[in-house]
């Protein structure tokens, strides 16, 4: 594949839509030197490829060819696409401690026997806090042993069973999840409203119980929490074992440890107590800090604030072509209020400065006003994907420069 070539390909997986570029990755790309093959898991993305991508991907790429894995003779290859586990979450990799560790110890266990002890676990907890990683981790050990798993977060699921139903085989969509001996569920609070996925979800579970067949939910909140979800759902949510997941200090100067080794810097007090005293309890936030740490560094805090914050608000205004002192005054003019909250969006995720300070230094006394702005920007992210690739580019650029200067 011409380099050209091989860009325009690229970009054109970028744009498909979610859904599309969701399935996409459980294709194996060969390049060949005069052609490329893409290689399905199986015959129904085969036929999913040549429908629904076929004459599209011909504009960008001149002989492509589509395999189904059996066809490619690698039938194993299936199994292990299909289970969508994240190799890098392992059990040896997550940092135990006091509020964790029931958890994790039940993961473990669940890993070891599935469908025995504990059936249903859902253990539910804040953002940030490493359910993801453990059912990741646990995914991985019980495959390891030889079990079928598959990991899905509800969305993903939901997607799934849309497109089965669309082309009229939602059996082999039941076949696909009961033919496993481990169904792992994350983000279970994005059951909320979807009737259709709640309807469906409660027929496995009944099924993969009369099977003695293992379902481990992740969840932000207790079941009882969860909000339009059909009573007969959160019952046997409830049904089994409901655990939470948290984070004590202890933990989080263990993680902080932890990562500061991952990344190749000095664990020393100094940098311990900076990490620990500008995040909260939140293993995300903690790994962002760290990772500003790495190209920032320590700098006594105070005579730094002002310079980094003065940094991104040259870097956010040359980016709308504004002057600098636009994003400090005050202004009812659109264009600048969103630049403005961009900057403030850019401080906290870059510089990871509070809250009480982004508004001080934006010319606010009140910290409620940074986090009503950065909030915003958050909105947006969720809403709009282009808006999201702008910005991810945006704070990529910042945080190299930053590490320049
Ligand atoms: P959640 O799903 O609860 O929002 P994640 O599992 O996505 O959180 O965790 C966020 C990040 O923090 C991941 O990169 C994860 O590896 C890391 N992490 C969370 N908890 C731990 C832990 N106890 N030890 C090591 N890393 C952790
Ligand atoms: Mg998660």
Redesign the pocket.
């Known amino acids: 594949m011409e380099r050209q070539e091989r860009q325009d390909f690229l970009m054109f997986i970028e744009r498909l839509d979610h859904f599309a570029v969701g399935l996409f990755r459980q294709f194996r790309i060969e390049e060949g030197t005069d052609r490329v093959v893409l290689v399905a898991p199986t015959e129904t993305y085969k036929r999913w490829a040549i429908e629904y991508i076929g004459s599209r991907l011909k504009n960008y790429v001149k002989k492509i060819e589509v395999k189904s894995a059996d066809e490619a003779e690698n039938k194993s290859l299936q199994e292990s696409y299909n289970s969508n586990l994240v190799e890098r ?1 392992t059990f040896e ?5 006091r509020a ?1 560790e029931l958890a994790y110890k039940v993961c473990l266990e669940v890993a070891e026997k599935p469908g025995t002890a504990f059936n249903p676990v859902f253990l539910y ?11 990741h981790a646990l995914g991985n050990m019980a495959r390891s042993k030889g079990f079928k798993v598959i990991y899905s977060s509800i969305n993903d699921f939901s997607d799934e069973m849309i497109e089965y139903l669309r082309k009229g085989n939602i059996g082999r969509f039941r076949e696909r999840y009961m033919g496993v001996d481990l169904i792992l569920l ?1 983000d279970v609070q994005f059951l909320t409203g979807k009737e259709r996925t709640q309807v469906e979800l409660f027929r496995l579970f009944e099924s993969m119980y009369l099977m003695d067949k293992q379902i481990v939910l ?1 969840s ?1 909140r207790h079941p009882k929490d969860l909000r339009d979800i059909s009573d007969r759902l959160i019952s046997r949510f409830e049904g089994g074992l409901v655990l939470e ?1 948290g ?1 004590d200090d202890d ?1 989080k100067l263990s ?1 902080i440890k ?2 500061l080794i991952l990344y190749g810097l000095p664990v020393d007090k100094v940098a311990m107590d900076y990490i620990f005293d500008t995040t909260g309890y939140n ?2 936030e ?2 962002g800090a760290i990772k500003t740490l790495k190209v920032v560094g320590i700098k006594p805090l105070e005579n730094r604030t002002e310079k980094d914050v003065q940094f991104v608000i040259e870097f956010v205004a040359k980016h709308f072509g504004l002057k600098p002192d636009h994003l400090r005054k005050d202004t009812k003019e659109r264009r600048i209020i969103n630049a403005k909250q961009m900057a403030m969006y850019l401080c906290k995720a870059v510089l990871g400065i509070s809250y009480t300070e982004i508004s001080r230094q934006f010319g606010k006394r009140d910290h409620t006003w940074a986090i009503y702005s950065i909030k915003k920007i958050e909105e947006r992210v969720r809403e709009d994907r282009k808006f999201k690739y702008m910005l991810s580019f945006l704070e990529k650029q910042l945080r190299k420069e930053l590490g320049k200067y």
């Open positions: 979450f990799n997550f940092v135990v401690g964790n907890g804040n953002v940030g806090l490493g359910k993801t990683h453990l059912l994350d992740v932000d997941i984070l933990t993680i932890q990562k293993v995300r903690i790994e």
